[in-house]
């Protein structure tokens, strides 16, 4: 559908969106719906998205829940994604309606932690929610944040006040479900207060076979001195298109981890914007892409040094197969007077085939001089050197090779804060690699 | 004054370096009308005395441009150029009271070139020297050494006289790497173009010598639009090397050129280029737009081309010297310094397309920024589908001078075959302290200190430069830096 359709759709069923929703997310959609006008959707003569043309996932007259009809999605799949060894708060998003588990619902949080829906936000701390909501989502630059504000009714949010740690990590499962083909807009708040702490882990699934189309907009406030980490995994299927963009404001001598990783999809973009407002802060962004057929893969990663003293370090590793495409562009600003930043940046990529196909782009713009930044890319193969080795030692060549992939994504699952997601992770990509995708136990969301 | 500030103090007055060819020459000059229409471009071929059919790709290069828009994608703030308000033609050699004799050329523009240092007189050369083809404005003054290489075989002559001389070898190299419509400047130039050089080695030929070209701009409200065509046959060799300056204007004048190379069966060419166009005043008025287009189409198998460039002139450059890297197993280089001081911009860098099989490519570029420039590194690797076992190693190196300056790198990688290789790396950094702290312990002062370790790193570079540019080099570098760096 053309970008005029859906301001149509939009401006016809204003009322039936707000009803939805509620606030802050109706009080700046006629924002977001201008700048939807004036920039159009990302498509491929940007120079963000020279490699996927987001503009054309769009084009399909997509199903939309604006009325929020009940899709009876089943929950209890999603128990079967857990993670063994880590014992979490389990929330849902069933396509974009928020719901905790019972385990979740009963636990008792700290004194003014919220951890629900933003429609159930809006009405129990508007004042948080008006704060903050669409405060980092840039709905001006190309992207997908002005249609998601637009059409977003439902998602997360999540508050932890000043000096709260939230010490078990909150996993949060996003299930497509649908009979239909599908468009799914969703919109999860983070907002982190002085000193906090929380771990956050994404799984999204898909339990039916329909396409789907996902715009996910995620904005984390996090304040001095908090520690925040992210675990972004997706595991759908080939008729699944994604485009999440991830925006991120570091306070002073705050610490974040965001790892995305990309084990299963059809077509998938992420883009994440981070921005260094205090100093002394630091950031590990990482990436694994472990795709096949026709998948594609685009990270896009823009970490804009605006203080002192940060640190950021980005690792993304991809292994092509088949006529996979993937595409990686990370930009690191560092701004007049950022001075002492330190900043490196690496994507590797292994094609295991002449049809995969693997475009990067590293890029550094640096306007302070006291900083030592780099980056690095590389394109090739396996080791044939470390094959060899391991082929004279009687370790037959599927084996080898499966051995050396393993390797190769290993030094980002290395960098994995929670141990016992260290392990699922590995264990999911050693499958990911034999070929039996990367269905976990008798689950069937995955498969 | 604690080290900070005088580390300061002295990046401040590497301002106050002036430009030594800056100076104009007063030489009789016939320049046409400001201003560009099909009429400029038939006068243009017409005082060059072209034949026909080369008035017509200069006619389709210009209605080509008349559709075209000038590209903003590069890290530059470029300023309007009205390109109806310069003149596209100015012939210093032009004789006020009609033709004396053609081999006459006037002494003040002889006196020029021996100003800048290049000897248009045969005996003053070094033996074994360097053969030279002295451009000033749109026309080439003199070439020589044409003798000794014509025994050779070798053609080294103006562009002008290439077309008169030699047209079936322009018709088929010319436009055939660099087509008009590759882009803004390239159309522009293959409508407008003057004089340039013309160079071709024929087949199983070593150039015994360098060959040179050297760009004078010396009138004002012009722009110069050389052309430079280079074939090396098979089995040949040549290293060719490209000079340039002008004067201190407090206009910015245009130089939109275009460099075509051939190389074909296990040729080797060798460009160097050290570009010292005006880079302007310390306040950022005047100096050279600096917009051209550079590209060798490495043909045969196991040829090779290697492009060296040290820019430390222009007030904003565009270039993107590059190799198509068609033979098998044939091999492109790129080795660069890119200076900027002051208000200059820059957005520099190579394009290696290897299509070939076994093709190899190495790409290293060090830029340097002080003073309030910005400097970019903008760089493709790209991998064709066919190009099993293509290599490609690249390094970029940033160094940045003073807190107010910008180091940028923007590199494409872009691989279609799984049997290539393609490693980038890139690091930013300022000078390192423990560096100055050594230098000056052993009591060398902080401003030699700085020159040593730039040099240092520039040395890579240099090293690959001939030895007659790679002095000329050097010294450049350590000019811009006197009194800061070095």
């Known amino acids: 559908m053309p970008v005029q359709n859906y301001i149509d759709i939009f401006s016809q069923n204003r009322a039936l969106i707000d009803k939805g929703s509620a606030g802050a997310m109706n009080a700046l959609r006629d924002k977001a719906m201008k700048s939807l006008v004036r920039n159009g959707l990302p498509h491929k003569g940007l120079e963000e998205y020279l490699h996927t043309d987001v503009a054309r996932w769009f084009e399909p007259d997509w199903g939309m829940n604006l009325s929020r009809i009940d899709m009876h999605v089943d929950k209890a799949q999603a128990f079967k994604c857990n993670v063994p060894n880590l014992s979490t708060l389990f929330y849902f998003l069933a396509n974009d309606e928020f719901a905790a588990s019972d385990t979740a619902a009963k636990a008792s949080l700290p004194d003014g932690v919220f951890i629900g829906s933003l429609r159930e936000a809006a009405n129990r701390h508007s004042e948080i929610l008006e704060g903050y909501y669409g405060r980092l989502a840039d709905m001006d630059r190309p992207g997908i944040a002005a249609i998601n504000t637009m059409f977003a009714q439902d998602g997360m949010m999540i508050y932890v006040p000043d000096g709260v740690i939230i010490e078990k990590p909150l996993q949060l499962v996003t299930l497509l479900h649908s009979p239909v083909d599908l468009m799914v807009n969703r919109r999860i708040l983070v907002v982190l207060g002085r000193g906090a702490q929380l771990k956050l882990l994404l799984c999204d699934h898909a339990l039916t076979g329909n396409a789907f189309l996902t715009t996910q907009v995620v904005e984390v406030f996090a304040g001095d001195g908090s520690g925040f980490e992210l675990y972004d995994l997706e595991e759908t299927h080939n008729a699944n298109m994604r485009v999440s963009e991830l925006y991120l404001s570091h306070g002073a001598d705050s610490k974040a981890e965001i790892d995305y990783v990309t084990l299963h999809n059809g077509q998938t973009r992420n883009s994440v914007f981070s921005t260094f407002a205090g100093r002394g802060s630091s950031l590990s962004l990482n990436g694994i892409a472990t795709i096949d057929k026709e998948q594609h893969v685009d990270n896009m990663t823009f970490v804009d040094h605006r203080a002192q003293d940060c640190t950021s370090s980005e690792l993304f590793k991809y292994v092509l197969n088949d006529s996979s495409t993937g595409a990686f562009a990370g930009k690191v600003l560092v701004r007049h007077g950022a001075q002492h930043t330190v900043s490196e940046q690496t994507n590797r990529n292994i094609c295991l085939t002449r049809e995969s196909r693997m475009f990067t782009q590293p890029q550094l713009e640096i306007y302070a001089d006291d900083v030592k930044c780099s980056h690095g890319a590389t394109v090739g193969q396996l080791d044939e050197k470390a094959m060899f080795y391991m082929r004279q030692r009687g370790i037959p060549q599927a084996e080898a090779r499966m051995m050396l992939m393993q390797a190769f994504v290993g030094e980002v699952i290395g960098r994995v804060a929670l141990e016992p997601l260290r392990d699922r992770l590995n264990r999911l990509v050693e499958k990911r690699f034999r070929g039996e995708l990367s269905q976990c136990e008798g689950c069937r969301a995955c498969r | ?486």
């Open chain 2, 1 to 486: 004054m604690n080290s900070v500030e005088q580390e300061n103090s002295l990046i401040r007055e590497i301002s106050a370096e002036k430009y030594r060819y800056g100076f104009t020459t007063d030489v009789h000059t016939e320049i046409i009308d400001r201003g560009l229409t099909e009429d400029t471009v038939r006068l243009i071929s017409e005082r060059k005395g072209e034949p026909e059919w080369m008035l017509e790709f200069r006619l389709k290069a210009y209605r080509h441009w008349l559709t075209m828009e000038m590209p903003h994608w590069a890290h530059l703030d470029i300023p309007e150029i009205d390109y109806q308000n310069i003149s596209y033609y100015a012939d210093p050699t032009a004789k006020k009271e009609g033709p004396k004799s053609l081999e006459e050329i006037d002494p003040q523009v002889m006196k020029t070139f021996d100003k800048l240092g290049i000897p248009l007189e045969e005996r003053l050369a070094l033996s074994g020297g360097v053969a030279v083809d002295a451009v000033m404005d749109s026309v080439s003054v003199k070439t020589t050494f044409k003798k000794t290489l014509a025994e050779k075989g070798i053609i080294f002559c103006s562009m002008g006289e290439a077309i008169r001389n030699h047209p079936d070898l322009i018709k088929q190299y010319l436009g055939s790497v660099v087509n008009y419509r590759d882009n803004f400047f390239a159309a522009l130039n293959s409508a407008v173009f003057s004089d340039g050089s013309f160079v071709y080695i024929p087949k199983g030929v070593r150039c015994p010598m360098e060959l040179s070209t050297y760009f004078r701009i010396n009138a004002a409200g012009t722009g110069q639009f050389e052309r430079t065509l280079i074939v090396a046959d098979d089995d040949s060799y040549v290293s060719y090397l490209e000079g340039c300056t002008a004067p201190m204007r407090d206009e910015n004048q245009l130089h939109a050129a275009i460099v075509e190379i051939v190389v074909m069966d296990r040729a080797e060419v060798k460009y160097s280029t050290v570009q010292n166009w005006y880079p302007g005043d310390e306040n950022g008025k005047g100096g050279v737009y600096n917009f051209v287009t550079k590209r060798g189409l490495v043909k045969g198998v196991d040829a090779k081309l290697s492009w060296t460039q040290v820019e430390t002139g222009s007030a904003i450059t565009w270039k993107y010297p590059s190799c198509v890297l068609q033979g098998d197993g044939s091999q492109g280089e790129f080795y660069s310094v890119a200076l900027t001081n002051n208000w200059q911009q820059a957005d520099t860098g190579t394009k290696m397309i290897h299509l070939g099989r076994n093709t190899k490519s190495t790409v290293i570029s060090k830029g340097i920024s002080a003073g309030h420039s910005q400097n970019s590194y903008r760089g493709l690797i790209k991998v064709g589908e066919h190009a099993d076992g293509a290599r490609n190693y690249s390094q970029c190196d940033s160094l940045l001078l003073g807190s107010d300056c910008g180091a940028h790198t923007f590199p494409y990688m872009d691989v279609k075959n799984e049997t290539a290789i393609v490693e980038h790396e890139a690091t930013t950094s300022k000078i390192s302290e423990d560096q100055l702290f050594y230098c000056n312990q052993r009591g060398i002062p902080m401003e030699q200190a700085i020159g040593l370790i730039v040099n240092g790193y520039a040395k890579e570079v240099l090293n690959k430069l001939p030895m007659e540019f790679a002095v000329e080099a050097q010294r450049l570098l350590s000019v811009s830096l006197e009194n800061t760096v070095g």
